[in-house]
């Protein structure tokens, strides 16, 4: 069974340009999470697509989009890149609301690196 | 919104011995705790959650504790090994699938 899987791995952009990642969720899921991690720090929350509507939105400028297919996998867009947008983009997970809609799991993310 | 803060952020222990890491939470509303361990190069892996109807909840080495009315919640890792050192993240959400908001987590170093 496999787990969340995330591509690329790495990623080296510069400024103001676009970047897009891509998520494909654990087998039997059907909602996706996107986080961002800085360095040092924990997931921030970006967005949660659902039945492929944003369901969710954190603190994230509109230069943060996304998209989710009808397999649920799912696309992170980030337009007009900044430095201080380098971090690890996480996904995650979850499984339909009839069964444990708790646990989220986490993909092994996308080092982005904007110079 | 919610905050969540998360001591210690580094916590160094010898082998074998417990190693306990604490966490607030700011909203009452929030009903669902998982601690997630992560590796060096690798995305967050879940190892333990309670729910806010649970005070304790125990698997193996590790143990949580929710206390909804000081709401907090914390980790307890007994007999710990070289393997258990990553960094401990705790997080809490108010629904199920909801946003988790993150606490900032816990390197904790396990020496033979």
């Known amino acids: 069974d496999a787990g969340v899987t995330q591509s690329p791995t790495h990623l080296i952009k510069t400024r103001g340009q676009q970047v897009t990642l891509r998520c494909s969720p654990k087998?039997?899921?059907?909602?996706v999470s996107w986080y961002q991690q800085a360095l040092g720090q924990g997931p921030q929350f970006i967005f949660q697509?659902?039945?492929?509507?944003?369901?969710q939105r954190g603190n994230f400028p509109d230069r943060f989009s996304g998209h989710q297919f009808p397999n649920y996998s799912s696309e992170l867009n980030v337009n007009a890149l900044l430095l201080g947008d380098s971090a690890l983009y996480l996904c995650?997970?979850?499984?339909?609301?009839?069964?444990?809609?708790?646990?989220?799991?986490f993909g092994p993310g996308t080092r982005l690196t904007v110079t | 919104g919610e905050n969540v803060e998360q001591h210690p952020s580094t916590l160094s222990v010898q082998e074998g011995d417990s190693a306990v890491i604490k966490c607030t939470y700011s909203?009452?509303?929030?009903?669902?705790f998982p601690w997630y361990k992560q590796e060096l190069g690798k995305g967050p892996q879940l190892i333990i959650d309670?729910?806010?109807?649970?005070g304790e909840k125990k698997d193996q080495r590790i143990a949580v504790t929710l206390n909804k009315t000081a709401k907090h919640f914390s980790l307890h890792i007994t007999e710990t090994q070289p393997e258990d050192s990553a960094v401990y993240f705790c997080?809490?959400?108010?629904?199920?699938?909801?946003?988790?908001?993150f606490g900032g987590g816990t390197r904790v170093l396990v020496k033979p």
């Open positions: 087998s039997g899921h059907d909602t």
């Open positions: 909203d009452s509303a929030s009903n669902y």
């Open positions: 697509y659902y039945e492929e509507e944003e369901r």
């Open positions: 995650a997970s979850r499984p339909p609301g009839r069964r444990n809609p708790y646990e989220q799991y």
């Open positions: 309670i729910r806010s109807n649970v």
């Open positions: 997080a809490a959400s108010k629904a199920a699938g909801n946003k988790l908001t």
